[in-house]
C-alpha cells in the first residue's frame, strides 16, 4: 500500500520560499494512472488543492498558486517536492500530499485516494 510522508521546515519568515518534499513509498510517483498533489488546510478554513504533478511529470496548478507554487519530482529518490515563495502568515497552514487518478478544487472536497499525515507550516518572524 502507497505511503506518502510530508516533511519541511516548521517556521518559515514571511518572504521567504517555502520548500516542503513528499517522499513516496510502496509505490512508483512514475505510474502513469496517478497524480501527486498538494493540498493545504489553513485555520479554520477548508482543503485548498494547490497543485499537482503526473506520473509523466506534467505539472499542473491552480490559479490561486500559480504565480508562487513550483512542484518538481525526483524520480531516483521516489519523491516530489512543493515551493512556495513569497510566504505571508496566510500561508500558515497544514500541508498535505496525496495521490488519486484525478485532481483538483473539486477532488480535494471528497478527500478521496491516498493522503501523508500533513505538516504544519507557520509563516512568522
Known amino acids: 500500500q502507497v505511503q506518502l510522508q510530508e516533511s519541511g521546515p516548521d517556521l518559515v519568515e514571511p518572504s521567504q520560499t517555502l520548500s516542503l518534499t513528499c517522499t513516496v513509498s510502496?509505490?512508483?510517483?512514475?505510474?502513469?494512472?496517478?497524480?501527486w498533489s498538494w493540498v493545504r488546510q489553513a485555520p479554520g478554513k477548508g482543503l485548498e488543492w494547490m497543485g499537482a504533478i503526473s506520473g509523466s511529470g506534467i505539472t499542473y496548478y491552480s490559479p490561486f498558486f500559480k504565480s508562487r507554487a513550483s512542484i518538481s519530482r525526483d524520480t531516483s529518490k521516489n519523491l516530489f517536492t512543493l515551493q512556495l515563495s513569497s510566504v505571508t502568515p496566510e500561508d500558515t497552514a497544514v500541508y498535505y500530499c496525496?495521490?488519486?487518478?484525478?485532481?483538483?478544487?473539486?477532488?480535494?472536497?471528497?478527500?478521496?485516494?491516498?493522503w501523508g499525515q500533513g505538516t504544519q507550516v507557520t509563516v512568522s518572524s
Open positions: 496525496a495521490r488519486d487518478r484525478t485532481f483538483g478544487s473539486t477532488w480535494v472536497t471528497g478527500r478521496r485516494g491516498s
Open positions: 510502496g509505490g512508483s510517483i512514475t505510474t502513469s494512472v496517478y497524480y
